[in-house]
């Protein structure tokens, strides 16, 4: 008899501990959504303060974005493809600001494009000066954010069967044309993943942000910025502009999810992009 | 054709321009595509090879018939009739069985019309019903294609079938290059031989020859010695009976080392079975040697 | 193992668990304004410190951090606490006056608050929130150049520490500080007055923190410690402007 509640006990802690680490996820998200009555929201984000600073948010990330994408994939395109000396090292160098707390990111980029940085001497002379403007914002969020992409499209490019590139450039494809047709159509289904990724950890970015860029209203405060500065203020709008990043976050894993269903299921119809395992057949 | 690891594939590789050799030279005709000495390294895009990979290869995001245009839209729907495979133009290369595969990797290396088709190990990942079936295609392919195929493998039944001439590679070195005949009757070492399934009997020493001293061996196929109880008076090397594999009408005996290719009915009417003694009977003749 | 030895070591467990917390809080916890952060330890080193911005502070206590002292750069933070019982009554302990401050060689030209009015530097000014930022505002408010703060680009900080870092590391061209924050940089900083008649009363004010658990006989002797004769000239010493003795 006391074996068998003994082993119920024991079958049941296992999914005792799976409810606490469950409810331990879930409940701050539920208390965004409870501790605000939601119909205020709208009218909360509606304030000049919430739309400068989802402006800020929005401009500054999509430039983030292009640079991100565009600089990584043929940089993430090498690093795969091209075996040289030393390369384990840049490969782990790259990966640096994943591990690097934000704060510190802050700093280093402070230390080299700040006023008396590093570079601040040659970007003076050319007229510009970093803290306090939007690109200083681009560059705190393109460093931070730039190691979640370029380490899933390096994957990307690895895990396509070097046979497949191969048979490319003997069917008279040059390495542009192989790249655009073969290589990038693969590896799509990785660098959108490391794309959601980076998107996701750019919009959050806060402390590299507010060391380098500062809390301007305008030109550098973002959505995470003015969360922090409304915290003492106003807690029902840094409520809101909570809300509104879960939203705007969950509606891009949400997307992503759909993308890869859908492109998984259509196995035998064609479609844009390719499947992530590139087995040749 | 040799044993895995010769370095077969690598020679076609360096031929599509994939591998870089450390020397020597690749032209067709007299048109150089790789020289070492003169500095010329042609990428492969710019020489003209259809090279079909022993895993096909196939681009697994577009369908068939996106796969065979690759290399050349114009040809691309002829050859999808010419193989058989127009009715699978829309369907993509997971879809579809490993012979229909091999076509399509065919059919696409040909789009371009290259000047060299390359094949490496074009049979080997299939099952053994359908490697019987598309031998016998490739043969009436490769009998009507006008460009020179260079062709990897290590199973000399399909050299035998498809090959004009056969090259013997062994650990990265040409052993012999010849017609199927000059192989089978003028092996130029013992490996070459064993590659044809013929046996090699160790005959001995030669002492003052014209190539020094070493050992020698006799080289005889199955199908040229025959089978006898008693010692015969020819040369003839004896043996315990090992194994018997019927063949059709005929058998294959192993007495000791040596493999003897005799009728069923002889076998037979020698009563001969496992265990029992025998001797494997030279043909007469000159019998044909090679260093051991 | 029997079900009544697994609910024993379960209910062991989560008291443990219940109990770390509360034998860890030891010593004296002081939550004071950034502005002190040099002078208080000088007067007192064993207690705990956390400075930051009052309002910052203020919204921590209200919602249960463990403080035992807590100091505010204006009335309005103890005053609040003390009107929703959470601190003994506020007494005044200190004053200060406001500066600027620019980084050193005063890159953009800076000689008075004046020269603000022609725009387009980089100011360094605390949020609307923070008892610095409601003086500099109160101060601007009083010499009619409220405008500066549109026409110059202005990073709002929650704390002078923050403030005196960005111009300390030529982030900003100006920032509006304490006299204390400009003498603590003043290796890498250069300071320029503002006109006595503009100063806002700037108070600190001081109480003992009521909540369960507080270390009150502590919080008491700390308190004394900051207003007896060694600490009003330590707070001298570091720029601070002191109350008639009470």
Known sequence: MSRSIAGRAGAALPALLTGIALAFLAIPLVALFTEVPLGDVP??????????????TARTNAVANVLIVGFGTPAAYVLATRRF????????????????????????????????????????????????????????????????????????FEGIDPSLTAAARTLGAGPARTLLRVSLPLAAGGL???????????????????????????????????????????????????????????????SYKLISAWRSSSSTSLSLFARTSSQST | ?????????????????????????????????????????????????????????????????????????????????????????????????????????????????????????????????????????????????????????????????????????????????????????????AFVARLTGANVIPAGAVVGGPSGDGQVAVVAHPWELTLATAQPACAAVPGVVHGIVPDGDRARVRVGDVVVQAQAEEVERLGLERGASAWAVLAPGPPRLVAN | MTHRTLLRSLLLAGLLIAVAPVAAAQALTVYAAASLRDAFPRIDGSPTYNFAGSNQLQAQIERGAPADVFVSASPTEAQALFRENRCTRPVTMATNILVIITPKGNPSGVRSVYSLRTGSRRLSVGTAGVPIGVYTRQMLRRLRLTS????????????????????????????????????????????????????????????AVR???????????????????????????????LPPRS
Request: hydrophobic share 45%; with cysteine; aromatic share 6%.
């Open chain 1, 43 to 56: 009218s909360l984000l509606r304030d000049p303060f919430v739309r400068d600073a989802l402006t800020v």
């Open chain 1, 85 to 156: 000396p030393g390369r384990a090292l840049v490969v782990t160098l790259v990966e640096l600001p994943l591990v690097l707390p934000p704060a510190v990111a802050g700093i280093g980029l402070l230390a080299a494009f700040g006023v008396g940085g590093l570079l601040g001497g040659p970007l003076d002379d050319a007229g510009i000066v970093l803290p306090f403007s939007e690109w200083a914002v681009v560059l705190a969020v393109t460093f931070v954010a730039s190691p979640f992409y370029l380490r899933q499209a390096i994957a990307a």
């Open chain 1, 192 to 254: 959108l993943a490391g794309w959601v990724l980076a998107f996701a950890r750019g919009i959050g970015e806060f402390g590299a942000t507010i060391v380098f860029a500062g809390n301007v209203r305008g030109e550098t405060q973002t959505l995470t910025l003015g969360i922090y500065e409304q915290l003492d203020a106003d807690f029902d709008q840094a409520l809101a502009i909570g809300i509104l990043l879960v939203v705007l976050s969950g509606a891009v894993l949400l």
């Open chain 2, 1 to 189: 054709m040799g044993p895995s690891g010769a370095g077969k594939s690598t020679v076609l590789q360096a031929i599509a321009g994939l591998r870089r050799p450390d020397r020597g030279r690749i032209a067709v005709d007299e048109r150089a595509w790789f020289d070492a000495a003169g500095g010329i390294d042609l990428a492969p895009e710019s020489r003209s090879v259809g090279l079909v990979f022993q895993e096909y290869a196939l681009f697994p995001h577009m369908s068939v018939r996106a796969n065979v245009a690759f290399g050349g839209p114009q040809r691309a729907d002829e050859l999808l009739e010419r193989f058989g495979i127009a009715h699978l133009a829309d369907v993509r290369p997971s879809a579809i069985s490993g012979g229909e595969r091999q076509r399509v990797a065919l059919a696409r290396a040909l789009a371009r019309g290259p000047e060299v088709l390359l094949l490496d190990e074009p049979l080997s990942a299939l099952d053994a019903h359908t490697r019987g079936v598309v031998r016998g295609e490739l043969e009436d392919l490769l009998a009507e294609l006008e460009q020179p195929a260079l062709l990897v493998t290590h199973d000399m039944r399909d050299a035998t079938a498809l090959a004009d001439r056969i090259g013997v590679i062994a650990d990265g070195r040409l052993r012999q290059v010849g017609t199927l005949p000059e192989l089978l009757d003028r092996p130029a070492d």
């Open chain 3, 148 to 207: 500066i703060l549109s026409t110059n680009r202005v990073s709002l900080d929650p704390n002078v520490t923050a403030i005196t870092s960005k111009v300390a590391l030529g982030s900003a061209d100006a920032g509006f500080v304490y006299i204390t924050d400009a003498k603590s940089v003043d290796d890498r900083t250069e300071t320029i007055r503002l006109p006595r008649w503009a100063q806002p009363p700037v108070r600190y004010q001081i109480c």
């Open chain 3, 211 to 241: 909540r369960s658990g507080a270390d009150t006989s502590g919080a008491q002797a700390f308190i004394s410690k900051v207003r007896s004769t060694n600490g009003r000239r330590v707070l001298r010493s570091y720029g601070f402007g």
